[in-house]
């Protein structure tokens, strides 16, 4: 019988809430979460089925001074699993969790986590749509050889991904934070 097994699921940044979820229903399926790697690559091993309750968190200061930040989620019975892209993965059996318990105890922490994620994640790419993406359309626009096409294609394609990606993130970031403003 296989012991461990590999699942690609695909989170955006904002749907930190669904990957919990989704580490949680495996566990119940009897695979526990060890890693992730890639870009939406998670590893798992076989065991008894449990209710595992998992929660990330964004927080690159707690990562720089990562004894005391991982000290501090023991202390509340959290273990500890991996860092990656920039969250902490903790889990803790449901058996062990007083009532609805999670990472953060309200929404001011939760929108404070959200404004980390943004200036971190969106801030660079809006800088590297505007300084690069844009320039690079125009000056490759007036290039009539044929690397020229092509490169004027690519940053094309680039700047109709970019701006997939602005209204899907934006739209996630707008919805998430009215929920949480009320």
């Not at 699942?7 to 495996?26: A, G, S, V």
């Not at 998670?42 to 720089?64: M, R, S, T, W």
Request: charged content about 25%.
């Amino acid at each position: 019988m296989k012991d461990r097994k590999i699942k690609f699921r695909y989170f955006t940044i904002m749907e930190w809430e669904k990957e919990q979820d989704f580490l949680r229903q495996e566990g119940l399926k009897g695979w526990r979460f060890t890693k992730a790697t890639l870009l939406g690559i998670y590893h798992f091993e076989k065991c008894e089925p449990e209710d595992v309750v998992y929660q990330l968190d964004y927080n690159p200061d707690g990562i720089a001074h990562k004894e005391q930040y991982v000290q501090m989620f023991r202390d509340c019975g959290w273990e500890y699993i991996q860092d990656y892209f920039g969250y902490s993965y903790f889990r803790k059996p449901a058996s062990e969790m007083a009532g609805d318990e999670e990472i953060f105890c309200d929404d001011e922490s939760r929108l404070e986590m959200v404004k980390r994620i943004f200036l971190s994640r969106m801030v660079p790419l809006i800088a590297i749509f505007f300084l690069l993406i844009i320039p690079n359309l125009y000056t490759q626009s007036t290039n009539h050889s044929l690397a020229g096409y092509a490169l004027n294609w690519g940053f094309w394609i680039l700047f109709i991904l970019y701006l997939f990606l602005f209204l899907v993130l934006g739209r996630q970031f707008w919805k998430y934070w009215k929920k949480l403003s009320r």
